[in-house]
């Protein structure tokens, strides 16, 4: 069935790892590395090669390096920033955490997890495009708010929220609240020394701007109080211990280079490739809804499409068949699809959210891959369709 | 493939034939149990299978389906005294419907299973035993027609199980020695029935009566009796043991009898149960019926009535509880199942 070509649409996913990347690794790594906390001559290349990689990445988001935590990765940068903020407020004094209705499993589930007799945790909602109610998110706060999470960019949409604007909302309910955004998704496309700068904790990763799995970071900004998690040697300034996985903090830090570097040019390109898949199936397939309305900021690489009469698991199948890597949006632990709590949120119906696929372009999309796409895909959907 | 040995074995066979093959296991259940078809380790199993015979593997969420197509019936026909076999139900809605129709709508040729049963080729298609009889499941199968054997293969159904597991064994395959499953999959080995049914039903004290309509004892849950059910029922004054003849849910009453009381020499089965794999049974058709997956074959007459059929046994047997269902093998091979039917 397939030519054995992949056309590769879920970046969002994971982001192939960028030649660059792997370059700075390999060149990493081909001098023996020490622990960063030794004293010998290939501890202290480690450690130079660390802290160059947090100059970097600090200069990148526009923080000052002591505010750069490494961490395994967004969901550890998350869990750390949730339970790390709740553990450094007075205890037993009744805490609320605020979170929108659409953050990653890895906010979500672990403000769910924080919750005990003193700590409540609620969800500010989101509106028709997915973009945060400020007005209920004000209601949200109050004096006793520690923190609230809003995310950068959704993973499911794309959609971009005006972080800017929560944090003035959360500032002027409380002097207190923390506001903390997890970035993941956005950073491959967005500047966030400019749009996370309201933020006070900053979540994002290697593996979706193209460098390596295993490695992410947090922003931890100055006078931010925050209570390590994981406790061992001190490592990050006694924020998360750990012996540093300097081949992973060179790795992000070659990627969130290279995603700056190549920002405005690669959103327009890839934006320009996303639209036109975007035309392309709505022209070529019928009944087939932008789940995102026109108008609404997303990134540029994220399309999400609602195909009317096609059950989502059954589309996945068929273009993995034809070499085509999309996605249907949140998984649980098995691998089985489970509806969207992102697409519940923003009140799209079930019967339509059945149909819902993500295809998320990114750095080593192009043109051909288009052409493909829009080849493959308006067959595989016609053979699948069946009447309501 | 469920993440089981037998499933693991028939992906394994048919791509040693050389055929184009999909893993794909169903995530049925979303509850809590540890004994069942879709707990995340077995998921993982069935996904570590398909990689070592170098197939795709995909998991299919049918949860919502088989919640309202075997769980709610299942737990509705407990509340009306009812006693339902929901592995059959799964073969009948999800997997030789949904997930047929799904693998139709793929392009797929064949839907292929781990099921301990054979399709023979000759002439109309038939339903054979797995020629494994002890772990024949062609009970299980008995409600599929033409139209779904057709379309299905059972690998594993010409093999013994000792023979599935060497084979596993041979590939290196992490099911190899993996325990079969025994229990219904959404009811986890330690809560059992009761603990399941407790959090989604009411249950209702009953009185336990003789067959005079004396009062013997009583059962915390009328819901949870089976008809024919011996355990905790008591001794009658002869000292034999007891056996419940009859459960009245409304009335919250269970008749008891002796072993002797505790026969049937019919049972009921309704014309919209009924199902046959080719053609239907003449009126006082010889057959052989079996009531439960691995019940004794009970030889029998198959008698049309207005409104179903009337399976007279040759020989009188324990009560058939509403809503098991009856396999109907032919008389004349009694490897090949006919049709089947749920008992009224």
């Not at chain 1, 700056?260 to 327009?268: I, K, L, N, P, Y």
């Not at chain 1, 034809?322 to 998984?331: E, K, L, N, P, V």
């Not at chain 2, 398909?50 to 197939?55: R, V």
Request: hydrophobic share 45%; net charge negative; with cysteine.
């Amino acid at each position: 069935v397939s030519d054995g070509a992949v056309t590769y649409l879920d970046h969002a996913a994971t982001s192939p790892l960028r030649p660059e990347v792997a370059h700075a690794m390999a060149t990493a790594l081909a001098e023996p590395l020490g622990n960063p906390t030794g004293s010998h001559r290939p501890a202290q290349r480690a450690r130079r090669l660390l802290e160059e990689s947090r100059d970097e990445v600090a200069d990148l988001v526009g923080c000052r390096p002591g505010e750069v935590v490494f961490t395994s990765g967004g969901t550890e940068s998350a869990n750390l920033a949730v339970f790390g903020t709740l553990a450094a407020t007075p205890a037993g004094r009744p805490t609320s955490v605020v979170s929108s209705a659409v953050e990653h499993p890895a906010v979500r589930e672990a403000c769910r997890a924080a919750r005990s007799a003193s700590v409540s945790w609620c969800e500010a909602p989101v509106d028709a495009a997915g973009v945060i109610d400020l007005g209920a998110l004000a209601e949200l706060v109050d004096g006793a708010t520690a923190l609230v999470a809003v995310m950068l960019a959704n993973n499911e949409t794309g959609v971009v929220q005006p972080l800017g604007a929560v944090a003035e909302t959360v500032r002027a309910r409380s002097a207190t609240a923390r506001v903390f955004t997890d970035a993941v998704q956005a950073t491959a496309f967005l500047s966030l020394a400019e749009l996370a700068a309201g933020a006070d904790l900053v979540a994002l990763n290697g593996h979706k701007v193209g460098g390596p799995v295993g490695i992410g970071a947090l922003v931890v900004r100055a006078g931010v109080e925050l209570a390590a998690q994981q406790h061992g040697g001190g490592q990050e300034r006694e924020r998360r211990s750990g012996t540093q996985d300097v081949v992973g903090a060179v790795g992000l830090a070659a990627a969130l280079r290279t995603a700056a570097v190549e920002r405005c040019a690669a959103g327009r390109r890839v934006g320009a490739l996303r639209d036109r898949l975007a035309v392309g199936l709505e022209h070529s397939v019928g009944a087939v809804h932008r789940t995102v309305p026109a108008g609404v900021v997303t990134l540029p690489g994220h399309l999400h499409l609602c195909f009317d009469g096609i059950e989502r698991e059954e589309l996945l199948v068929a273009l993995s068949e034809r070499g085509i890597c999309a996605s249907g949006g949140s998984s649980c632990a098995s691998g089985a699809l489970e509806t969207s709590y992102v697409l519940a949120a923003m009140g799209v119906a079930d019967s339509r959210s059945r149909g819902a696929i993500r295809f998320t372009l990114g750095h080593g999309t192009t043109g051909a891959d288009i052409d493909r796409a829009l080849e493959i895909v308006p067959g595989v959907v016609a053979s699948l369709r069946h009447d309501p | 493939m469920s993440g089981g040995v037998d499933s693991s074995v028939a992906a394994a066979l048919l791509v040693e034939a050389g055929h184009d093959v999909v893993g794909a296991t169903l995530k049925l259940w979303g509850g809590p149990s540890d004994s069942g078809c879709c707990s995340v380790a077995d998921v993982d199993d069935a996904r570590r299978v398909a990689q070592q015979l170098g197939i795709d593997h995909h998991v299919f969420n049918l949860t919502e389906e088989f919640e309202r197509q075997v769980v709610t019936p299942y737990v509705q026909a407990h509340a009306s005294g009812r006693t339902p076999n929901p592995c059959i139900e799964c073969n009948r809605s999800i997997k030789f419907d949904r997930l047929l129709e799904r693998s139709d709508r793929l392009g797929f040729d064949r839907l292929a299973t781990g099921h301990h049963a054979r399709v023979s080729p000759d002439g109309p298609l038939r339903l054979l035993r797995g020629a494994d009889g002890a772990k024949d499941q062609s009970y299980v199968l008995s409600m599929l027609g033409q139209a779904e054997l057709g379309r299905v293969l059972f690998p594993v159904g010409e093999m013994h199980k000792a023979d599935v597991r060497a084979h596993a064994a041979r590939l290196g395959l992490r099911t190899a020695g993996k325990p079969d499953s025994q229990d219904v999959c959404f009811i986890g080995s330690v809560e059992g029935r009761q603990g399941f049914l407790s959090d989604k039903l009411a249950f209702h004290a009953a009185d336990v009566v003789n067959g005079r309509g004396e009062p013997v004892g009583t059962v915390d849950a009328v819901e949870l009796v089976t008809l024919g059910q011996r355990r905790g029922m008591g001794h009658g004054t002869d000292g034999g043991r007891h056996y419940v003849v009859a459960v009245d849910v409304p009335a919250r009453r269970v008749t008891v009898g002796s072993a002797a009381e505790a026969v049937i020499s019919a049972v009921v089965l309704p014309a919209a149960t009924v199902t046959w794999v080719d053609r239907p049974l003449v009126d006082g058709a010889r057959a052989v019926a079996q009531v439960s997956a691995h019940g004794r074959p009970a030889p029998c007459a198959v008698v049309r009535t207005g409104d179903g059929l009337l399976v007279q046994f040759d020989v009188p047997q324990r009560p058939v509880a509403p809503g098991q269902t009856v396999a109907l093998y032919d008389d004349a091979d009694p490897d090949a199942v006919v049709g089947a039917g749920i008992a009224a």
